[in-house]
T-cell receptor, first 111, second 112 residues
Framework: GQQVMQIPQYQHVQEGEDFTTYCNSSTTLSNIQWYKQRPGGHPVFLIQLVKSGEVKKQKRLTFQFGEAKKNSSLHITATQTTDVGTYFCAGRTGSARQLTFGSGTQLTVLP | GAGVSQTPSNKVTEKGKYVELRCDPISGHTALYWYRQSLGQGPEFLIYFQGTGAADDSGLPNDRFFAVRPEGSVSTLKIQRTERGDSAVYLC??????????FGNGTRLTVT
């Protein structure tokens, strides 16, 4: 079945440093979504990417979808303590409605 | 407006018992998903409903797990003969067609 892997599993950064998490799928994706889960909370939707090579920005967050639609990345510029949480990518294949989540990257921002 | 509501928030049960977990989706959302999340892991897909029917139940681990959505709104996840390995947070999410998922706060199930 479809597998979605994320690296790194954990990342500790000093406040103000940049952060990147990478997502790789074993199969070509029709779209990819990113979610953030704060400690003790539930996943909250951040963004969806659909097109090959697509890049979207939300303030300090930049999301990319690979040309082959099998990988994606999330980059945060100048991290803040409010960025703390676990970031998950989640992908769909073809017309499937099932959304497969990666294992997540847990971000800790040290003040 | 109201988000996805899951009850109970916590459930402790003994091995071998039967449990039911309830999900109230956002009004008007036709799609409903159940996921299971273990500590340090991403949400693991269990089942997806479109309306009243289970459109994809390929994630249910075995026949002890069953879910219903009889009127196309509230859904119940049912687990028979619970095992310690069933302990996890069970997340429900709902969405409009081709839209992002809105998750509830989950039910933390502990099987002793």
């Amino acid at each position: 079945g479809q597998q979605v892997m994320q690296i790194p599993q954990y990342q500790h950064v000093q406040e103000g440093e940049d952060f990147t998490t990478y997502c790789n799928s074993s199969t070509t994706l029709s779209n990819i979504q990113w979610y953030k889960q704060r400690p003790g909370g539930h996943p909250v939707f951040l963004i969806q990417l659909v097109k090959s090579g697509e890049v979207k920005k939300q303030k300090r967050l930049t999301f990319q979808f690979g040309e082959a639609k099998k990988n994606s990345s999330l980059h945060i510029t100048a991290t803040q303590t409010t960025d703390v949480g676990t970031y998950f990518c989640a992908g769909r294949t073809g017309s499937a409605r099932q959304l497969t989540f990666g294992s997540g990257t847990q971000l800790t921002v040290l003040p | 407006g109201a988000g996805v509501s899951q009850t109970p928030s916590n459930k402790v049960t003994e091995k071998g018992k039967y449990v039911e977990l309830r999900c109230d989706p956002i009004s008007g959302h036709t799609a409903l998903y159940w996921y299971r999340q273990s500590l340090g892991q991403g949400p693991e897909f269990l089942i997806y409903f479109q309306g009243t029917g289970a459109a994809d139940d390929s994630g249910l681990p075995n026949d002890r797990f069953f879910a219903v959505r009889p009127e196309g709104s509230v859904s119940t996840l049912k687990i028979q003969r619970t095992e310690r390995g069933d302990s996890a947070v069970y997340l429900c999410a709902s969405s409009l067609p081709h839209s992002p998922l809105h998750f509830g706060n989950g039910t933390r199930l502990t099987v002793t």
